[in-house]
């Protein structure tokens, strides 16, 4: 079994920064593809960034060259630097880590806002 718990989110203003982290009570070493997603209200929970073991990144088109995502496996922790954000991006942040199950935290309000 597998825990992941985000941190970092909060409240920040449009053109700001905020860095996630995603904990994992295992290693993160032993997972396939560790990622990010958001839910916004009224929406449905999409997809934002996946990192795989041997560190090649994806990104979905509306955070393309304004997030970063990495992994520090010592730490078993995976980041998602956030720059540029801008009031669309409020949504709850949600960590997701692929080993033999998938697991999922429980989340991280960021919300962008003036």
């Known amino acids: 079994q597998v825990q992941l718990v985000e941190s970092g989110g909060g409240l920040v203003q449009p053109g700001g920064s905020l860095r996630l982290s995603c904990a994992a009570s295992g290693s993160i070493f032993r997972a396939n593809v560790m990622g990010w997603y958001r839910q916004a209200p009224g929406n449905q929970r999409e997809w934002v960034a996946t990192?795989?073991?041997?560190?090649?990144?994806t990104y979905a088109d509306s955070v393309k060259g304004r997030f970063t995502i990495s992994r520090d496996n010592a730490k078993n922790t995976v980041y998602l630097q956030m720059n540029s954000l801008k009031p669309e991006d409020t949504a709850v942040y949600y960590c997701k880590a692929w080993y033999a199950s998938e697991y999922w935290g429980q989340g991280t309000q960021v919300t962008v806002s003036s």
């Open positions: 990192i795989t073991s041997g560190g090649t990144t």
